[in-house]
């Protein structure tokens, strides 16, 4: 009984003191800047039932630095009155490498690459690169090639050009981008940035009418496993303009 009115103060026992309960949140805050998370944690259960948003906002936050998603997750669930608390908390776990995707559950951003990684395996490629947009931040290498992948999978040749470009991509990446882009019909030549068969086809054919023929016939060499019939009617027409008998 005595507990219970001194909770209706907002005073609190912790280790066999009573103390009010802001005095405890208070040093509750004081552990989580020295990262003692897991005294934040303890003392911030103690205030709980008194100050429920800010206590199990410290509890939220020191789980997370302590990487728990578990406990992370039923704080946010008691995080009630106070939707800014909310949204701290989902913050200040970001930073921590916790996240929430689309209101799913927290779970660690590797996670999350995982089932990016998953979605784009099943086919999936506008959710596995929505998932993996949201991961650029963390710098995983795996990040870029998803993103990569699935845009050209996606024909988007834009976003598809923008990743191979970032300094960030390694060559095998790279590499595995050019493979998944061709196999849908888009293509690099030289130095040049992606573009689709079709229009490196028309480019081949302008370049014949210019005459051209020399870069005609290699624009036409470069998809002529797409675009067979086309590519090597410009080849043969450009060969012959060239007096290239054995083309």
């Not at 001194?6 to 309960?21: D, G, P, T, W």
């Not at 970001?94 to 690459?113: D, H, V």
Request: contains cysteine; aromatic residues 6%; glycine residues 2%.
């Amino acid at each position: 009984q005595m507990a219970s009115h001194c909770k209706h103060n907002e005073i609190v026992r912790y280790e066999s003191h009573f103390h009010s309960a802001e005095t405890i949140i208070s040093k509750a805050n004081m552990e989580l800047a020295d990262r003692r998370y897991n005294e934040s944690i303890k003392l911030a259960n103690a205030a709980a039932d008194v100050l429920p948003d800010q206590s199990w906002l410290i509890i939220g936050i020191s789980s997370c630095k302590n990487q728990d998603v578990v406990a992370a997750e039923r704080s946010y669930r008691h995080i009630v009155l106070n939707t800014r608390d909310r949204e701290d908390l989902v913050t200040r776990c970001r930073e921590a490498g916790i996240i929430r995707y689309q209101e799913q559950p927290f779970a660690s951003a590797k996670t999350i690459l995982n089932l990016a990684d998953n979605e784009l395996t099943a086919n999936h490629y506008e959710k596995a690169r929505k998932m993996a947009d949201d991961l650029v931040e963390f710098g995983f290498s795996d990040t870029l090639r998803i993103i990569g992948t699935a845009s050209c999978k996606m024909r988007d040749i834009t976003r598809a050009e923008a990743v191979y470009r970032n300094v960030k991509l390694n060559d095998k990446d790279k590499e595995h981008i050019e493979i998944q882009c061709k196999k849908v019909g888009i293509v690099r030549v030289g130095n040049q940035s992606f573009a689709t068969v079709e229009s490196i086809l028309k480019e081949a054919e302008d370049e014949y009418k210019k005459e051209h023929y020399d870069k005609a016939r290699k624009l036409a060499n470069e998809v002529v496993e797409f675009a067979s019939n086309n590519a090597l009617r410009i080849i043969g027409a450009a060969s012959c303009r060239m007096k290239d008998i054995n083309r």
